[in-house]
């Protein structure tokens, strides 16, 4: 399962990228979607990527997520998540909309920041942008 976090706005840009991000569901700033892992879906981020940050979700951090940021139809609270599904969900078996959760998770700005790079370089160049692998966890939790 794949955690994409928009960090970047739109001003400025293109029709193609911005069409891309409505496909994501990825409309707003701080905002987290959980995509699964198919080809289509990787050409996708790949064509956004100077503008979000992604990599695989563990199963502590979806909880944690589902648990605090996770909204109900109707913006209501998500009570109690189980661990059998999430277990499920990182699987691919279950859905968010199977237990009624929206698809996306408004998220605060990074507590200290995204660090050292900013926001205008990649993570490679120790900026928060483009593909994180698994230290995308570690960025969600500072958004929680």
Known sequence: MIAAIRIRGLVGKSKGINSTFQRLRLRRKHVCVLLPER????????????????GEIDK???????EKR????????VENISD???NRFI????KLQD?????FFR??????????GGIKKSFKEKGALGYRGKE????????L
């Open 60 to 66: 502590d951090t979806l909880k944690i997520l589902i």
């Open 39 to 54: 080809k289509d879906v990787f050409g996708m981020l790949k064509e956004v990527k100077d503008y979000i940050a992604y």
């Open 70 to 77: 996770g909204r109900l139809v109707g913006n209501k609270k």
């Open 107 to 116: 998220l605060h700005p990074p507590k200290k920041g995204f660090g050292k």
């Open 84 to 86: 059998d599904f999430v």
């Open 136 to 143: 995308i966890n570690s960025l969600i939790k500072k958004m």
């Open 91 to 94: 699987e691919g078996k279950a």
């Open 99 to 103: 237990e009624k959760i929206k698809p």
